[in-house]
């Protein structure tokens, strides 16, 4: 498990989820993690969890101020970093007003969904390609969505936000390779993932077993994904493994986009 052994990688949202998953999966790879959210009991805990590989810091992705404060502390601690993964990320429906529907839309719900979401990853790029382009072999990884993919009726911010993630990541990985920077950067594009993020709408008890089948029912592999699946994913777009590979995206979603049910008929 030495994958990553040797690399410091900031990773976003890491507090639940899918940035939890990963950045235990990194620690246990060899690397040290900066676990970075707004939650920072749990953000605390999750570097407590996983013991000297990891250190927390709050962090606002939107916020630009932090995003400063943050980077002056890596350079000060570690000199520069070799990984990023830019996580973080909200759906809008628990965060802001709404609605988001394209005829109905509330704009400060729009802004409020594409400041996390898309001004969170290109701040992100900003500041990790600043702290990244002096090193031999460095990566960014951001976490789009298969709604960066196809339209989502009722989530119109969430899916726009998360398709602009996809583009920007091949616009940053042009750059980089036209400076000359050892940056690759590429996105990651999860599918029905089973994160506390779907709680609200699954439910608890049998009313969320039922749920959780039913959406199953229209995924090729017939299961929703864990948060590990796209962790691993990750781990092998951080490593050096993958050398060869950036401007890809790549799909965690048992088999949503490759037929009919890419497409959601409600949201």
């Known amino acids: 498990m030495t994958r990553l052994l040797g690399k410091t990688i ?14 235990a999966l990194f620690a246990q790879n060899g690397a040290t993690v900066i676990i970075t959210d707004i939650n920072d009991e749990l953000g605390q805990q999750v ?51 709404g609605p988001h529907d394209p005829e109905n839309l509330h704009l400060d719900s729009w802004h409020k969904v594409h400041r996390t979401n898309l001004d969170g990853v290109a701040l992100g790029c900003k500041y990790g390609i600043q702290l990244m382009k002096s090193a031999v072999s460095a990566s960014i990884v951001n976490i789009s969505s298969r709604s960066g993919m196809v339209g989502i009726p009722g989530a119109c911010a969430y899916a726009s936000s998360k398709a602009a993630v996809r583009n920007h990541t091949k616009s940053v990985a042009l750059y980089c390779a036209e400076q000359g920077y050892a940056i690759r950067c590429n996105s990651i594009h999860p599918g029905a993932i089973l994160t506390p993020m779907w709680d609200a709408m699954l439910g608890e008890g049998a009313a969320r077993e039922q749920a959780i089948n039913q959406v199953a029912k229209d995924i ?3 299961k929703m994904g864990e948060p590990n699946d796209v962790a691993y994913a990750a781990l092998y777009l951080i490593s050096n493994e993958s050398n060869y590979v950036t401007g890809i995206e790549l799909n965690i979603d048992g088999g949503i986009l490759a037929g009919s049910s890419a497409t959601p008929s409600k949201n």
Not at 10 to 23: E, L, Y
Not at 64 to 84: F, M, N, P, V
């Open 220 to 222: 090729p592999l017939q």
């Open 47 to 97: 570097a407590a969890d996983i013991g000297d590989k990891a250190k927390y810091f709050h962090l606002d992705v939107a916020q630009e101020a932090h995003w400063e404060k943050l980077s002056a502390i890596l350079i000060e601690e570690y000199g520069q970093i070799d990984g990023l993964v830019n996580n973080a990320g909200i759906t809008g429906f628990f965060e802001s007003e």
């Open 10 to 23: 900031v990773i976003t949202g890491a507090a639940r989820g899918i940035g939890q998953a990963t950045a």
